[in-house]
Each structure stands twice: as C-alpha cells, then as structure tokens.
C-alpha cells in the first residue's frame, strides 16, 4: 500500500522505516524557520538603508546651520526653564486672587442676605396672613352658601303656604288683628286723656299751694307753673297727632 506526502511530494510504502518520516518533519520545521530568518534580514536591510539615509542627510548639513540649530534649542530651553520656574509665582497669585475673590463674594452675600431677610421674612409674613384671609373668606363662602339654602328652603315654604287653603284662615287672622289694632290705639287715647286730666287736676292744687306761699316768692314759682302748664298742654297735643297719623296708616 502507497501513501503520499501532499506536501512535500514524497510517497512510501507500508514497509518503510518510521525513522524516515521524523527527518522529513525536521527538515520541514528547519525549513520554516529559514524562511523566518530571511523576512527578518530583509527588514533589517531595509532598515539600515532608511537610517543610512537620515545619517547621510544630516551629515551635508553645513555646520554653521548645525551651530544655529543648537543655539535655538539652548533659547528654547531657557524660555522653557524661565516658564517653569514662573509657575510657582503664577500658582501663588492666582490662589491669592481666588482668596480675594472669595472674601469679597462672601461680603457681598452677607450684604444681600441682611437687604434681602427682612424683605423675606414680611414677604413670609404677608403669605402667611393671605392665606389666612382666604381661609377666613371659604368659610364665609360656605356660610352663604348655607344661608342661601336655608333661604331657598324658606321660600319654599312659604309658597307651600300660599298655595295651602290653610294659609287663607293665617291671612284672616292677621286681618283681625290689624282691625283690632285701631282699637287698642283708642284706648290709648282715652288713657292719655285720663292722664291730662290728672294733670289738670294738679296744676289746680299747685295753683292753690302758690296762693298760700309768701309774697315775695311769688314770681318764681308763677314761672314754673306757666312752664309745666305749657309742657302739659303740649304733650297731649303731641300723643293726639301720633295716634292720628297711626291710625291714618292702618287705613291705608
């Protein structure tokens, strides 16, 4: 029986040694890292050729352009060393400016809240006593509501009433007592007749005692009798006119 190497090509039979084909991997991994060596001198040529290049151009370099090159880096590193030492004194200013910052943010905040806390406090205070107020006006919105009902209820009630036959014998009786009214204002009248008659009668008595008195004190109680004669003719007069527009009024 044949087999081959697809590979490499080779073919052997069954009877073959096994030691033959442990060389032929040798040789294949030999093979590989001879392959490997190769890409990597290549590179290095390629490399070395590049760098050749660079020397070569730096080489016809004029010495003269060399030295300028040289003293421009020696500024550049200068100025880079004076900027580095300036940092410190550049940090150190600018936390004292923070600080100063920072001082005068807080006087001007400790300025604003003292203007600014009364005038909240009152703002408070004015939110305070609105509230109070339209808490106070809901409730007197709810008790007109409830009046309003109650009115309401009422009315209704009154037109039941109206509407009741019952409420006719209330119509007569409020006519009977507004007849009945005239009445009693009559006998209002003969009361205060009674009264200007006893009146009279003191005034008599009175008349009769100043009679008996001295002489010499006779004209002052003649004026005081003339005073509460006046007086008693003019209350019964004032008593008649009342009842008279009184009555009047019923009438109408």
């Not at 009152?122 to 709810?142: C, R």
């Not at 009769?208 to 006046?230: C, F, H, I, M, Y």
């Amino acid at each position: 029986m044949v087999f081959e190497d697809i590979a490499h090509g080779h073919q052997w039979t069954t009877g073959e040694v096994p030691s033959q084909h442990s060389t032929f991997t040798k040789q294949d991994k030999q093979m590989e890292k001879l392959e490997e060596l190769t890409i990597k001198l290549q590179s290095i040529k390629y490399e070395q050729i590049e760098l050749s290049a660079i020397l070569e151009s730096y080489t016809k370099m004029d010495f003269y352009n060399r030295l300028n090159s040289f003293e421009m880096m020696k500024k550049v590193h200068k100025q880079v060393m004076s900027d580095l030492q300036k940092i410190p004194w550049e940090i150190s200013d600018a936390l004292n400016k923070c600080k100063q910052m920072i001082e005068e943010n807080n006087k001007s905040y400790n300025f604003l809240h003292r203007i600014g806390l009364p005038d909240l406090t009152q703002l408070k205070n004015n939110v305070h006593v609105l509230k109070l107020e339209n808490e106070k006006l809901l409730e007197e919105q709810i008790a007109l509501q409830e009046t309003c009902e109650e009115v309401k209820k009422l009315l209704k009630e009154v037109q039941e009433k109206i509407s009741d036959p019952c409420s006719e014998q209330h119509q007569e009786q409020e006519e009977e007592n507004l007849d009945e009214r005239p009445k009693n204002l009559l006998k209002q009248k003969e009361l205060i007749t009674q009264h200007r008659d006893l009146a009279e009668k003191m005034e008599h008595h009175f008349s009769v005692l100043e009679k008996r008195s001295e002489p010499k004190s006779e004209g002052a109680p003649r004026t005081t009798s003339g005073n509460l004669q006046s007086e008693l003719e003019l209350a019964p007069a004032q008593d008649d006119s009342l009842l008279q527009t009184e009555l009047l009024q019923q009438e109408h």
